[in-house]
């Protein structure tokens, strides 16, 4: 997001509007350029504007949420002694919390999700330095207010109220460290969290993002049935990184306009349960059976390039934030009454034999409206084999999660 002179700003998509037309959010990336002398409550210094152009290069809206902007701008009338102007209502007037707010994907989360004129607060969780992280990000004149929440006795009150929970707490997976090591240490940490979710506000989205997503959602999903608040429709597994890879990997691969890329990926988050649907790349494009091979491994296994490139250092950390970023965003236009948002996730899901799959879904007020279940026709060859190969691990990993819940109950 770019400011410039008193007279125009520049905008991703922090800019959520009402409108009948397709916003189909996909990693194309693009910006809306507003040029006006009207001022905008919703930002301070920042003007508003009466006219719209779409440039395709920078943040999450796409070439369709372009198309769709222009014919969401409208005149209104005014008074009879007033001019008319072009209706531009941006209203700050959600809440969202991120616990795990100072760490590696955290804090460029939290600075992605600050830019959003949807988000009235912003509330800041951890079990330590996070108060220097909003008060850094508090300094950004963008309308949500930042509070900062440390430790277990400060998680309820960071919840109260909240309409869209982001769990990325948990560590990444490091030398030395099994799958298991990971698995128990996180396990416990989203099983906490989701368990003050549910005692605090029960009605929001919940985001997680805490690996390994194949189990950690299914150990959300029992935890809020023990507290009997669970609604599927709400809790989400993000999993818009494998979309944001694709559609980066194949645009490079087939020397594509990024803006134009969409690739839908189903299964799971991790290795083999990762599966891009190459054969459904919007716009239409023909791979041979060595580039579907090849970009289907480089998607599976892209958060190891990350790691390897940070020689130890880190992982996916920032392209997470992004992807997270893009997610929370997309909520927030539906619950804001957008009625064409469409992302992947994992769900709770009927589509296969599985009890939760990642595929894209529609959202809207409540939550999941629908799953899609036409992406999962008319698939390839290759793809029909990879989906089979994909679901004994995945089913693996779900048991694990709801066993691991089962022999820890919830705290009253």
């Given at each position: 997001m770019a400011t410039t002179s008193a007279a125009t700003f520049s905008i991703g998509s922090t800019v959520s509007f009402r409108s009948r037309g397709s916003l189909l959010p996909q990693t194309k990336p693009s910006a809306v350029r507003f040029v006006s002398q009207n001022s905008l409550a919703s930002f301070s210094g920042l003007k508003a504007g009466t006219s719209a152009n779409c440039d395709s290069e920078s943040s999450f809206l796409g070439k369709e949420s372009c198309a769709a902007l222009r014919g969401s701008i409208a005149l209104k009338a005014q008074k009879p002694n007033q001019r008319s102007y072009y209706?531009?209502?941006?209203?700050?007037?959600?809440?969202?919390?991120?616990?795990?707010?100072?760490?590696?994907i955290g804090q460029p989360l939290a600075l992605l999700v600050k830019m959003s004129p949807l988000v009235s607060a912003l509330n800041l969780y951890d079990i330590a330095n996070v108060k220097g992280v909003a008060a850094d990000l508090s300094h950004c004149n963008t309308p949500s207010q930042v509070l900062d929440f440390t430790g277990a006795s400060e998680l309820g009150n960071c919840l109260k109220g909240v309409n869209v929970v982001v769990i990325p707490a948990g560590v990444p997976r490091k030398p030395g460290m099994t799958r298991d090591d990971l698995f128990n240490i996180n396990a416990n940490i989203v099983k906490t969290l989701v368990e003050a979710a549910a005692d605090n506000c029960p009605d929001a989205f919940i985001h997680i993002i805490s690996n390994p997503v194949n189990s950690t959602v299914p150990i959300a999903a029992e935890v809020l049935k023990q507290k009997g608040v669970y609604d599927p429709k709400k809790l989400f597994g993000v999993t818009t990184l494998d979309v944001v890879r694709a559609?980066?990997?194949v645009s490079q691969k087939k020397y594509l306009k990024l803006i134009d890329v969409d690739v839908p990926v189903i299964g799971g988050h991790a290795g083999i349960t990762i599966l891009p649907l190459l054969s459904k790349t919007k716009p239409s494009v023909n791979f041979t059976d060595e580039e579907v091979e090849e970009l289907t491994a480089r998607i599976q296994n892209a958060g190891t390039e990350v790691v390897e490139a940070k020689a130890g250092a880190?992982?996916?950390?920032?392209?997470?934030?992004?992807?997270?970023?893009?997610f929370v965003e997309s909520s927030l236009r539906a619950l804001d009454g957008d009625g064409d948002v469409y992302e992947c996730s994992y769900v709770q899901s009927d589509l296969t034999d599985l009890p939760f799959f990642a595929s894209r879904i529609k959202l809207g007020r409540k939550g999941m409206e629908a799953l899609i279940p036409s992406d999962l026709q008319g698939l390839s060859e290759y793809e029909e084999k990879a989906l089979e190969a994909l679901k004994p691990e995945l089913k693996a990993s779900i048991d694990k999660g709801i066993a691991f819940v089962q022999k820890q109950p919830v705290t009253a």
């Amino acid at each position: 997001m770019a400011t410039t002179s008193a007279a125009t700003f520049s905008i991703g998509s922090t800019v959520s509007f009402r409108s009948r037309g397709s916003l189909l959010p996909q990693t194309k990336p693009s910006a809306v350029r507003f040029v006006s002398q009207n001022s905008l409550a919703s930002f301070s210094g920042l003007k508003a504007g009466t006219s719209a152009n779409c440039d395709s290069e920078s943040s999450f809206l796409g070439k369709e949420s372009c198309a769709a902007l222009r014919g969401s701008i409208a005149l209104k009338a005014q008074k009879p002694n007033q001019r008319s102007y072009y209706g531009l209502q941006l209203q700050a007037s959600y809440k969202v919390a991120i616990l795990g707010a100072a760490g590696g994907i955290g804090q460029p989360l939290a600075l992605l999700v600050k830019m959003s004129p949807l988000v009235s607060a912003l509330n800041l969780y951890d079990i330590a330095n996070v108060k220097g992280v909003a008060a850094d990000l508090s300094h950004c004149n963008t309308p949500s207010q930042v509070l900062d929440f440390t430790g277990a006795s400060e998680l309820g009150n960071c919840l109260k109220g909240v309409n869209v929970v982001v769990i990325p707490a948990g560590v990444p997976r490091k030398p030395g460290m099994t799958r298991d090591d990971l698995f128990n240490i996180n396990a416990n940490i989203v099983k906490t969290l989701v368990e003050a979710a549910a005692d605090n506000c029960p009605d929001a989205f919940i985001h997680i993002i805490s690996n390994p997503v194949n189990s950690t959602v299914p150990i959300a999903a029992e935890v809020l049935k023990q507290k009997g608040v669970y609604d599927p429709k709400k809790l989400f597994g993000v999993t818009t990184l494998d979309v944001v890879r694709a559609n980066t990997f194949v645009s490079q691969k087939k020397y594509l306009k990024l803006i134009d890329v969409d690739v839908p990926v189903i299964g799971g988050h991790a290795g083999i349960t990762i599966l891009p649907l190459l054969s459904k790349t919007k716009p239409s494009v023909n791979f041979t059976d060595e580039e579907v091979e090849e970009l289907t491994a480089r998607i599976q296994n892209a958060g190891t390039e990350v790691v390897e490139a940070k020689a130890g250092a880190g992982s996916a950390t920032l392209s997470m934030a992004y992807a997270a970023a893009r997610f929370v965003e997309s909520s927030l236009r539906a619950l804001d009454g957008d009625g064409d948002v469409y992302e992947c996730s994992y769900v709770q899901s009927d589509l296969t034999d599985l009890p939760f799959f990642a595929s894209r879904i529609k959202l809207g007020r409540k939550g999941m409206e629908a799953l899609i279940p036409s992406d999962l026709q008319g698939l390839s060859e290759y793809e029909e084999k990879a989906l089979e190969a994909l679901k004994p691990e995945l089913k693996a990993s779900i048991d694990k999660g709801i066993a691991f819940v089962q022999k820890q109950p919830v705290t009253a």
